[in-house]
Structures are given as structure tokens and as C-alpha cells.
């Protein structure tokens, strides 16, 4: 397996991981996200081929931020998405793209890193709290009415 920055040509590839993952969304719209954050330093995504040499469609995809909260010295990174394809979990394929997001944080000298990760996600939490994450907080959710058209 290889974790690699993702590419646009990874666009297909990962909006099938993100449908299997519970959240539908077209290539087209997955290619539009990956330009529009293509230029901006804080954000960064990662994808993983099944091989070493890169050949073959993208079977996990992992996307994270930084951002300086106010209230701290230094800058967070988040995780904002994760997702391995159902064929590769359990494989090291997870550990493999957290760790690129890790790594990265710490070229930030990030404080710390957060992921929210749904209730229901019972082995997403099994995983984190392997890898040394713990619950601290409580995160709130408000939906907003979308804009006018």
C-alpha cells in the first residue's frame, strides 16, 4: 500500500469511498472540492493505492485542516475525513492515513489533533482510542437553512 497527496484524477475514486462511507456526493463535486482547497496551505488530503507503485484506484482517503484557535499558542489540525473501502479495512490501510495527517500536523506544530467521528461509529472509536485519541469534549451540531437561490 501507498499514501500519496490525492490528485484530481482521484476525484472518482474518492466519492465512491466517501458513498461507502455513508455520504453520497458525485465525482464532479469531489473534483470541485479538491481544486478549491488545492491552493490553500492549511487544508490537505491523502489518498492510499492498494500497491506500492501507485497503479490502480485509491481504496482509502483521508483530509485534514489546521486552523489557530484563538485561545491557544499554538495551531490544531482536524481530521475532516476518513474512509477506508470495505475490501482494505483491518489491513493497517487507517493507521497508514492517519499517520499522513499526523505527520503533516507536526510540520505545523500542531498542539494537538481532533476528528469528530459520529455516535453510532463504535469501531471508528475503537480505532482512535488505539492510536492514543480520547474524548474531551462534546461537539454541538446546528443545521442552517440553506441560501437563497
Not at 469511498?17 to 464532479?28: C, R
Not at 499554538?74 to 497508514?96: D, K, N, Q, W
Request: include cysteine.
Amino acid at each position: 500500500m501507498k499514501v500519496r497527496p490525492v490528485r484530481p484524477d482521484d476525484a472518482a475514486a474518492v466519492a465512491a469511498l466517501l458513498g461507502e462511507l455513508g455520504y453520497p456526493v458525485s465525482p464532479a463535486v469531489v473534483a470541485a472540492r479538491l481544486a478549491e482547497r488545492a491552493p490553500r496551505e492549511a487544508d490537505a488530503a491523502w489518498v492510499l493505492t492498494a500497491d506500492e507503485q501507485d497503479e490502480g484506484d485509491a481504496v482509502g482517503f483521508v483530509a485534514g485542516h489546521v486552523f489557530h484557535p484563538y485561545e491557544l499558542d499554538r495551531p490544531v489540525a482536524e481530521i475532516t475525513a476518513l474512509v477506508v473501502s470495505a475490501t482494505h479495512r483491518r489491513s493497517g490501510a487507517a493507521t497508514a492515513l492517519v499517520g499522513a495527517v499526523e505527520g503533516w500536523a507536526e510540520t505545523w506544530s500542531c498542539q494537538r489533533i481532533t476528528v469528530a467521528s459520529s455516535l453510532e461509529r463504535e469501531g471508528a472509536h475503537a480505532f482512535y482510542d488505539r492510536r492514543g485519541y480520547r474524548q474531551l469534549a462534546k461537539k454541538l451540531e446546528k443545521s442552517l437553512d440553506p441560501p437563497p437561490s
